[in-house]
């Protein structure tokens, strides 16, 4: 099965030119607005302020449904990737199960929740979500749901993804490699980018979620 990353690949060069453009305008002013009063990260990219998030309505693995407010009263951790995807999904799962283990030592297990949402319904049914969650941890939450209800998630909270035909009747499925953090309100207030450290944001984790 094609699966492949370079997102550059699969949009138009000036797209990716403008993108990138903008994120790093976005970045450089992020850095130099930021709050003062806002608690010191190690590695966690915050934003200078909490971005709303719009409402949503996706299918949780388990049956039920997966809406805004779901995301509220606790911090969120979510990525967006697929279940078929051959490196960067199963290895940030693997440090978000390195974080979670972690932050279940300090005794902050249930300020945190870490979701996976994919962005290929078509083939991740609600038994493959479960089987690979489960995989990484009982506690994470998988869910997904209709382009109609993903690309606007996904555009609210500065991600990407696309599926391009491969021509053997397959397709292949690019999406950014951002873990999103989610805070309480909910809105979003940050993001981790690779290469990911579990340590670190663990850390950072703790020092949002209010840790003592």
Not at 48 to 60: G, I, W
Request: charge should be neutral.
């Amino acid at each position: 099965m094609n699966t492949r990353h370079n997102l550059g690949r699969a949009l138009p060069t000036a797209v990716i030119l403008l993108a990138a453009f903008a994120a790093g305008i976005g970045l450089w002013l992020g850095m130099q607005l930021f709050s003062r009063a806002a608690p010191p990260t190690k590695v966690a990219m915050m934003y200078p302020e909490p971005r709303p998030v719009p409402e949503f309505s996706l299918a949780r693995a388990d049956g039920k449904p997966l809406t805004r407010d779901d995301w509220k009263g606790r911090w969120t951790v979510a990525f967006f990737g697929f279940t078929n995807c051959p490196d960067i999904c199963p290895n940030t799962l693997g440090v978000m199960k390195d974080v979670r283990k972690t932050l279940v030592a300090q005794g902050l297990a249930d300020k945190v929740q870490f979701q996976f949402i994919s962005v290929d319904p078509d083939r991740d049914t609600p038994e493959t979500l479960a089987r690979y969650v489960g995989f990484f941890s009982p506690d994470f939450v998988g869910a997904t749901g209709k382009d109609e209800a993903l690309q606007p998630l996904t555009r609210a909270l500065g991600l990407l993804y696309t599926r391009t035909p491969t021509g053997n009747g397959d397709y292949s499925v690019d999406h950014s490699a951002s873990i999103v953090i989610i805070g309480p309100q909910p809105a979003l207030v940050g993001l981790f980018r690779p290469p990911l450290d579990a340590t670190a944001i663990a850390a950072d984790l703790a020092t949002l979620a209010g840790k003592p």
